[in-house]
């Protein structure tokens, strides 16, 4: 059984779709003026663990995420700029399909578009005047809130300070207020516009999303996501415009993730306190640290983005990766033993277990963790056999096809120098397990080396052995080695 924080109800519902077995998402996605910054891919990140987790569980999920490539903002870029719109918004629209690569967050189904979506846009608004929502003034269309008495359910916004006929025309305005909003903008000069039955103008904000959603998932539809600054006004005008269009009710859940803070601020481009995916990857260039990081604090928890953080993910990370690469290409015996499969179930479920509760990502990586830290005891006595490694390398694999990070690194055998007796391999079996008869040749020079104090001639093996790929690591017990697991790219 899923549960989701529904911000509509306040509470925790049981997740029922409208169609058994298939889920209609809609994510609101980036508005094009600038390179989005790392507080929006926390959004997204949120939104791709929320679809690819139903996936998971079965569901046929159909996404479709808009395109917001005209509002206020990018026509106010592309006009300072000197160029058209397609022009201005065709460089922040590509940087972020490049990002979302980067971060391996799956593509939505759909990607439309606002500018290639103003039919649909007209046809609603003439649906809202003909059914008494909308009114004209001055060339311009807006929606009146208060022949809409439901206004508020979503932001529990107060109501009482609300004086009909008060009307604002920008897409984005101050939160503590309540005003009608524009429908459809009339024509500026110097401001795109596109002919219409309403006159030549453009179309607001609000009214985008409400056409697309309706036009590729219908009427009603199951989960819409965004931050939680889209709750108003931009959510709760969506609701206003689309039931009353419709007579139906907009959206069954709504999930909403919350903000990524810097130095205890949130981060906005108003703030300047802003920094870009490709910003971090210049200082870290590790995409999977940084979707490990958006994705490991609950979504409904501010988290503090700091590059100390995204060390400690990458640290974690790399636990996961040796893990993962050990189960996957590590040398085992054949067989199979019980504890491995009582130890796997148990991860498994409760794997399922955290993200079934509203996806409560902590609980559902504990799972894994403490998988990792029981199946290492088990390697290190040797009661691990090549069939229950099997098996847990398929669980990495299922597990990570809800997680998207891993890039198993290495496998990591002991060696013969050193270890005690459980853990001791013949030359034979490393051989087997990865290492060439000159490899491990050199191995054991490099330990003479070491025991004759020469530690020059020591480094030097170790070096020339990492470039081919083995990684030597000095322990208590002995030397242990690691081959190094091609990494995986992003295609």
Known sequence: MIRFYNTLSGKKEVFTPITAGEVKLYTCGPTVYDYPHIGNYRAYVFEDLLKRFL???????????????????????????????????????????????????????????????????VNLVKGLIQKGYAYKKDGSYYFSIAKFPAYGRLSKIDMAGLQPGQRVEADEYEKENVHDFALWKAAKEGEPSWPSDLGPGRPGWHIECSAMSAKYLGETFDIHCGGVDNIFPHHENEIA??????????????????????????????????????????????????????????????????FEALDQAETALQRINEFAGEVKSGYFSEGETQAVSSIRKEAEKGFAAGLSDDLNISVAL??????????????????????????????????????????????????????????????????????????LEKVKLREKARAEKNFGRADAIRKELEEQGILLEDTKDGVRWKILLPKKHSE
Request: net charge positive.
């Open 55 to 121: 996936v998971y569980m079965g569901y046929k999920v159909t996404h479709v995420m808009n395109i917001t490539d005209v509002d206020d903002k990018t026509i106010k870029g592309a006009k300072a700029r000197g160029v058209s719109l397609a022009e201005y918004t065709r460089e922040y629209i590509n940087a972020f399909f490049e990002d979302i690569k980067t971060l391996h967050i799956s593509p939505a189904g759909c990607f439309p578009r606002a500018t290639e979506h103003i039919p649909e846009m």
């Open 241 to 306: 415009q689309s039931e009353a269009f419709s007579g139906k009710k907009f959206v069954n859940y709504w999930l909403h993730c919350h903000h990524l803070i810097r130095d205890g601020e949130k981060m906005a481009k108003s703030k300047g306190n802003t920094i870009t995916l490709r910003e971090v990857l210049k200082v870290k260039n590790n995409p999977e640290a940084v979707r490990f990081l958006l994705l490991s604090t609950h979504y409904r928890k501010t988290l503090n983005f700091t």
């Open 366 to 439: 504990t799972a894994v963790f403490n998988l990792i830290k029981n199946a290492n005891i088990l390697i290190s006595k040797g009661k691990i056999k090549k069939s229950d490694a099997e098996k847990l390398s398929a669980f990495m694999d299922s597990v990570n096809s809800v997680l998207e990070v891993l890039t198993p690194t290495a496998k990591s055998r002991p060696f013969i120098l050193g270890q005690k007796e459980e853990t001791q391999v013949s030359d034979s079996s490393a051989v087997q397990a990865g290492l060439t008869a000159e490899q």
